[in-house]
């Protein structure tokens, strides 16, 4: 049994390496590096970095092509891409991985995060750790985290309590947590590619939706929703994914490289995201085109209140591990 198992380990090495090999013979490696968001934001400001620095150190052996805004896969037919070869590199949001792991709907659950500093630290220890890898059976590995932002609630409507919200349809990632989040509000969750969101909620076939803010005014969706609730109610962050096959037949030496750039690239993304959300926010209050309705402690406690039995519902699919690291990395004492 043993020896037949190195006798596969060793078939697969020579085809990895004869693959890397060839691919360096007839010129440099290709990332086709896709996602959906415009260039001025956290994510799109990531790939391009990362384009760069690879392009300063790997010359000759690795080229990185970015597409950005749906350019090339959207976020409904990317995953698929990543498995059959035609993109190298992604860095879809959280909630997109649904059909190949259950554990990442913990980033989907409203109010579990505190804020970007309690995901970070949920990230940085042993559980967030051990997500990244949680689907390469799937054919998908995860390189890194990158955070976005805490989302928004926008509508054509003012969002004051939870009540305001019923009745509304509201734009979702494809996310059965984000689903279930709106159904207990008695509104109705709608899932739509982010490359429409804009016009849904232009032609009224959505009238809200939830957004970091960087995602709000890159895509102008500030323009088509008179108001903008700061409720942070929830988490927008990435995982950096490529395929195992692909990532693994790179050389080795070239891919310690890579590694070392994506955690320089990791490390400047999720310092600079939260400066990058607040400014863009700033940018929406200014250019008034949005009332932006702060929340005061009572009113956050009744969506807190609202949306947290959400919780319950997934907890058996996520997992009592994963649901318990996550729970303890808030700082502040709740009342
Ligand atoms: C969305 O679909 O709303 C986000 O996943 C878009 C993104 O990549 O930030």
């Not at 596969?8 to 693959?19: E, G, K, R």
């Not at 232009?202 to 969706?221: C, D, R």
């Not at 929830?234 to 096959?245: C, K």
């Not at 400014?279 to 209140?305: C, F, P, T």
Request: one cysteine or more.
């Amino acid at each position: 049994m043993l020896k037949k198992l190195f006798a596969v380990a060793a078939c697969a090495m020579t085809i990895t390496s004869t693959s890397a090999f060839s691919a360096q013979q007839n010129g440099p490696i290709v990332i086709k590096f896709a996602h959906v968001v415009a260039d001025d934001t956290p994510k799109g400001q990531g790939a391009l970095l990362f384009k760069k620095l690879v392009e300063e150190r790997l010359e000759g052996k690795v080229a990185v092509e970015v597409y950005a805004n749906s350019s090339l896969v959207g976020d409904a037919d990317e995953m698929q891409a990543l498995k059959d070869g035609k993109v190298q590199m992604l860095a879809p949001s959280l909630a997109k991985f649904g059909a190949y792991t259950k554990q990442l709907q913990i980033y989907d659950l409203p109010f579990l995060f505190d804020d970007l500093d309690a995901v970070n630290r949920f990230q940085k220890r042993a559980k967030g750790r051990q997500l990244l890898r949680s689907m390469e059976d799937k054919g998908i590995i995860g390189l890194a985290y990158w955070h976005n932002g805490m989302k928004q609630l926008s509508a054509n409507k003012a969002l004051h309590m939870p009540a305001d919200a019923a009745g509304l349809k509201f734009r979702i990632q494809p996310s059965d947590v984000l689903s279930a989040q709106f159904n207990q509000l008695s509104a109705s969750p709608e899932i739509m590619p982010f490359s429409e969101v804009f016009k849904g909620l232009q032609t009224g076939a959505v009238q809200g939706a939830e957004n970091p803010w960087s995602n709000i005014y890159s895509k102008k969706l500030n323009t088509v929703q008179p108001y903008i609730t700061e409720t942070n109610h929830g988490v927008l962050d990435y995982m950096l994914v490529s395929n195992p096959t692909f990532w693994y037949g790179i050389p080795h030496a070239t891919r310690v490289v890579l590694e070392g750039i994506i955690d320089e690239v990791t490390y400047s993304v999720n310092r600079h995201a939260e400066e990058a959300n607040l400014a863009d926010r700033n940018r929406i209050e200014s250019s008034g085109s949005s009332q932006i309705i702060v929340l005061d402690d009572q009113q956050r406690q009744a969506w807190r209140e609202a949306m947290k039995p959400v919780w319950a519902q997934f907890e058996q699919e996520i997992g009592a591990d994963v649901m318990k690291a996550a729970q303890i990395v808030n700082r502040k004492s709740r009342k």
